[in-house]
Structure formats: C-alpha cells, structure tokens
T-cell receptor, first 116, second 111 residues
Framework: SAVISQKPSRDICQRGTSLTIQCQVD?????MFWYRQQPGQSLTLIAT?????????ESGFVIDKFPISRPNLTFSTLTVSNMSPEDSSIYLC?????????????FGPGTRLTVL | GESVGLHLPTLSVQEGDNSIINCAYS??????FIWYKQESGKGPQFIID?????DKRQGQRVTVLLNKTVKHLSLQIAATQPGDSAVYFC??????????FGPGTRLSVLP
C-alpha cells in the first residue's frame, strides 16, 4: 500500500480567502485524485491530478475554483479558491497503486475545511 | 462528480454479534470491488477487496461476498467490536478506472 499524508489536517478560513492543501505520497504513483466529502455523504471526485499536464476535472468542478498542481509523481496540491461556507467539507487525496495484480485505491487522512 | 447517495443508512448491532453491510453496485462490467472503513475524522481505509472471478473472500473477521447476478456486494464482520463503529463504503471499478463509491453505511455498535 501507499502512505499518504495531507497538510493541513484541518483549517478554519474566512469567506473569500483561498486555501492550498498538500498531498505527499511515500512512493511514485501515476494516478492521483482529489475528492470532496460533505458531512454525512459519500465521496465526490473533484479531479484527477495529472503529472506534467493540466488536471482533469469532473462535471461541476472548474480549474478557476479548484486549481491543482502535480509537479512530480509523489506530490500534489489542491487550492480551494474564493471560499464560501458551501466549500466546508473534507478534502481527500487518493492514489491508485498496483496491488495483487490489480489497481487499488488508497486515501489520505483528509483535510477538514470550515469556511466562516 | 462521482457521487452516489445523499444520506447514510445506519446499521446498529450488539457488541459480539455479526454485522452484514450491503451494497448494490451499478456496472455489470465492474471487475474489482473494495470495501473501505472510515472512522470519524479520518480518511477511508482499505479493508478487503474481491475480484469478479470470485464470489467470496475472507480476511481477519471480515468476509466479502459478491453476487454478480444481482450486482450485490456484502461485507460481513464477525463478532463486531466497538472499534468497528464507522462508516463503510463499497467501491467498484472496471480495469482500475473510474472508481465509483456507494453511499456508505454507518455501523453503530451497541454495548
């Protein structure tokens, strides 16, 4: 499996500001994703972080609001821009690792964001 | 985005009893399935997986059953303990692409 860390683990931010979340993996991985999980709900995929190219966003998510960087195969950042209370959520980084002859997805501990 | 479900169903079991958590998946072509456990304030943790060429797989105190005919997955936890209290998610994928997560089930273990 992969060991994934995220910074910060939690933050409380003011409306209109931006927060950058970092994700570090202990091994090189090709596929890295960012998810959002609102309270009491399942996981919503925001985007796939592509190394060396622009991220691929899911429907309903745009680069201006959630810019993503992926400078190498072990690191990525997600920025939540111009925040509003509706952005309060847990943001999760995940990676896909080849394990037992198949690809398995592992998650970081998450960043709990509260926007006032 | 990839999001399924709105509000979490809850399963309450007595400590020591067996728990069965169910999941209906959507894609009959999915070839790999995973169960995750998410404790409060933490990210989802991999518990057990199963490939579509199997119908049962056992781990430590956990068993996953796959019924491809009705596209149904279940997670059985033997002798449920307080530490098993968490939200459990199933996930399906086809060739490691496009992981789709179920709505999640909250397991509450009663003393």
């Amino acid at each position: 499996s992969a060991v994934i860390s995220q910074k910060p683990s939690r933050d409380i931010c003011q409306r209109g500001t931006s927060l950058t979340i970092q994700c570090q993996v202990d091994s090189q991985v090709t596929m890295m994703f960012w998810y959002r999980q609102q309270p009491g709900q399942s996981l919503t995929l925001i985007a796939t972080a592509n190394q060396g190219s622009e991220a691929t966003y899911e429907s309903g998510f745009v680069i201006d609001k959630f810019p993503i960087s992926r400078p190498n195969l072990t690191f990525s950042t997600l920025t939540v821009s111009n925040m509003s209370p509706e952005d309060s959520s847990i943001y999760l980084c995940s990676v896909v690792v080849y394990r037992r002859s198949t690809d398995t997805q592992y998650f970081g501990p998450g960043t709990r964001l509260t926007v006032l | 985005g990839e999001s399924v479900g709105l509000h979490l169903p809850t399963l309450s079991v007595q400590e020591g009893d067996n728990s069965i958590i169910n999941c209906a998946y959507s894609n009959s072509a999915s070839d790999y399935f995973i169960w995750y456990k998410q404790e409060s304030g933490k990210g989802p943790q991999f518990i057990i997986d199963i490939r579509s060429n199997m119908d049962k797989r056992q781990g430590q105190r956990v068993t996953v059953l796959l019924n491809k005919t009705v596209k149904h997955l279940s997670l059985q936890i033997a002798a449920t303990q307080p530490g098993d209290s968490a939200v459990y998610f199933c996930a399906e994928t086809y060739y490691g692409q496009n992981f789709v997560f179920g709505p999640g089930t909250r397991l509450s273990v009663l003393p």
